[in-house]
């Protein structure tokens, strides 16, 4: 590729973060998905910032993690990971959707068992309680925008009825809505339940057992992805088909 070229890609790619970053309610393009409903369960979505968040809404993730669903996948390496997602959850190009239940709707148990975090801490109007998150960032892998999911988070009584994958539907819209390659997500290989809950990602070309199988297999993580474009797909889906031929010819 020409140098012209190549600076012409690089200033595209920037202009598409920068345009994506710069919606200031990604649902307002996807109005369905403002509410989830389902029996026993009733929950409205709402769109947010790290720059923007309230100390009670900080509080109420920090809790989220350390208490339900984080501390046990990463054992020993929690400390330092935490102190790393405390500074990713405020930065000012970290993006939200927020869940919001109402204590009517049979979904506010988790309000008693968060040890010193409480979800009525971070009510935002009308008895409406934040349930669980999405928090994403628009970024470049591999050359390529992307859409980097950093966090899927729902309290335990939320999980198994269908509104983890509904939020993924979503991101993966606003993914293709503001012309990313793809969704890109990191999981811990201790988390089995989110290996299988990503089953239709594939295993990224960037990922530590892709990058190098020797070395990888000790990883903790995997980064998995699902491309949309073409060029997407064959830098980090094909691309890991390729590498495996190499380290097997290598290897013999």
Request: proline share 5%.
């Amino acid at each position: 590729m020409k140098r012209k070229d190549v600076i012409e890609k690089k200033k595209a790619v920037e202009e598409a973060l920068k345009a994506a970053s710069s919606v200031k309610d990604p649902l307002t393009s996807f109005s369905p998905f403002r509410r989830y409903d389902t029996p026993g369960l009733s929950v409205h979505l709402k769109s947010g910032r790290g720059d923007k968040l309230s100390s009670p809404i900080k509080q109420y993730i920090q809790n989220l993690l350390k208490v339900v669903n984080m501390e046990g996948p990463y054992g020993s390496e929690w400390p330092t990971e935490k102190k790393i997602k405390c500074r990713e959850m405020v930065a000012p190009e970290a993006r939200y959707i927020f869940v919001h239940s109402f204590p009517d709707s049979g979904t506010n148990e988790m309000t008693k068992s968060l040890e010193n975090g409480k979800t009525s801490n971070t009510i935002t109007g009308d008895r409406a309680t934040i349930v669980g998150f999405v928090q994403y960032r628009f970024t470049i892998e591999e050359d390529l925008p992307v859409l980097y999911v950093y966090e899927l988070q729902l309290e335990p009584h939320l999980q198994g009825k269908g509104l983890g994958r509904f939020l993924m539907q979503l991101i993966e819209l606003i993914a293709c809505k503001n012309c990313m390659g793809a969704v890109v997500l990191t999981v811990q290989k201790a988390n089995s339940l989110a290996m299988n809950f990503y089953i239709e990602y594939t295993i990224a070309s960037i990922s530590p057992s892709k990058v190098n199988p020797l070395i990888g297999v000790d990883s903790s993580y995997e980064i998995l992805c699902k491309a949309f474009s073409d060029e997407a797909k064959a830098k980090l889906e094909v691309l890991q088909v390729m590498h495996y031929q190499v380290c097997w010819i290598k290897k013999r």
